[in-house]
């Protein structure tokens, strides 16, 4: 069975500090792996997708990056701002496994002024 | 743009009452998605759809049950609510499997069973 773990589960950091969330999955055959953003009350907003032959993907202030082989992924915020307060979530869908996501538990961010 | 729309946003259930959660999206979206998200346990799939008349279950689906009539919407029914069913159920919904593109989500129904 898949388990998708993510370590810390909270993180308080000054702002304009750079940052690092981890990711890990027991099962090295995924098809992708997908970060998200989850606001307090809120749904999840997708981040970042990146297809099991991709190394990383890019978004403004974000960089995901992938090493299946050791089973980890990483997010990397730049310069972090309050706004980025959220609890972020990553997820891997298995080759074979249909349309179901697994789930980490997330790691819940507080950036302070 | 409504997106992806829950609809109650909170409800509280006495035990064995039952109760339809709806959600509806504008995207002609193909695939749709019950979610279940639960303190240290992270989001656990219920049902989903692959399309207008299908569901399939997930990896939690007793003690539910769905309905896709119409392309836009999936129903998700409780037909003798548990005191374990409470929760926060996300819908998303996509154009392909999530294997491709992103999904989207709601913004959740918070259910208490009592």
């Known amino acids: 069975k898949q388990e998708v773990t993510q370590i810390p589960a909270a993180l308080s950091v000054p702002e304009g500090e750079n940052l690092v969330l981890n990711c890990s999955f027991t099962?090295?055959?995924?098809?992708?792996l997908q970060w998200f953003r989850q606001d307090p009350g809120k749904g999840l907003t997708s981040l970042l997708l990146?297809?099991?032959?991709?190394r990383e993907q890019t978004s403004g202030r974000l960089n995901a990056s992938l090493d299946k082989s050791s089973g980890r992924s990483t997010l990397y915020i730049a310069a972090s701002q309050p706004g980025d307060s959220a609890t972020y979530l990553c997820a891997v869908i298995l080759t074979g496994g249909g349309n179901k996501l697994t789930f980490g538990t997330g790691t819940q961010l507080k950036v302070e002024l | 743009n409504a997106g992806v729309t829950q609809t109650p946003k909170f409800r509280v259930l006495k035990t064995g009452q039952s109760m339809t959660l709806l959600c509806a999206q504008d995207?002609?979206?193909?695939?749709m998605y019950w979610y279940r998200q639960d303190p240290g346990m992270g989001l656990r799939l219920i049902h989903y759809s692959v399309g207008e008349g299908t569901t399939a279950k997930g990896e939690v689906p007793d003690g539910y049950n769905v309905s896709r009539l119409k392309k836009q919407n999936f129903l998700l029914g409780l037909e003798s609510a548990a005191p374990s069913q409470t929760s926060v159920y996300f819908c998303?919904?996509?154009?392909?499997?999530?294997?491709?593109?992103?999904?989207?989500f709601g913004q959740g129904t918070r259910l208490t069973v009592v």
């Open positions: 099962d090295s055959a995924i098809y992708n």
């Open positions: 995207m002609n979206h193909e695939y």
């Open positions: 998303a919904s996509s154009q392909q499997p999530w294997r491709n593109t992103e999904a989207f």
């Open positions: 990146i297809q099991s032959s991709q």
